[in-house]
């Protein structure tokens, strides 16, 4: 069974920094990109970050550019999301996902190219 775990949420104040993590198992996805979007109370999922197969290209949102930082260690199926200079709008569940095609050659930044998902980890930034 296909599982991916996310962890290190939790509570943090405005400006401050946390660092996520997913790992996978049940598979290897070190042949697949992998992203993290977020969900905030009331609004749509949306795209924050996604690294290539093998982590030499990143791509971001606009909205988390310059403070977030995606990363791979493929010898441990995890793949994480550094968080810095937090703001309160970043407030959100953030999900892991795992693109079902192997050495895909464009990165999906979309959620409809991933198949497999976390469960979510709760990250709220307070003012």
């Known amino acids: 069974q296909v599982q991916l775990v996310e962890s290190g949420g939790g509570l943090v104040q405005a400006g401050g920094s946390l660092r996520l993590a997913c790992t996978a198992s049940?598979?290897?996805?070190?042949?697949?990109?992998m992203g993290w979007f977020r969900q905030a109370p009331g609004k749509e999922r949306e795209f924050v970050a996604a690294?290539?197969?093998?982590?030499?290209?990143?791509y971001y949102a606009d909205s988390v550019k310059g403070r977030f930082t995606i990363s791979r260690d493929n010898t441990k199926n995890t793949v994480y999301l550094q968080m810095n200079s937090l703001k309160p709008e970043d407030t959100a569940v953030y999900y892991c996902?795992?693109?079902?095609?192997?050495?895909?050659?464009?990165?999906?930044?979309?959620?409809?190219?991933?198949?497999?998902w976390g469960q979510g980890t709760h990250v709220t930034v307070s003012s």
């Open positions: 996902a795992a693109d079902l095609a192997r050495f895909r050659m464009v990165v999906p930044v979309t959620d409809e190219n991933y198949h497999y």
């Open positions: 690294i290539s197969w093998s982590g030499g290209s990143t």
């Open positions: 049940g598979r290897t996805f070190s042949s697949n990109a």
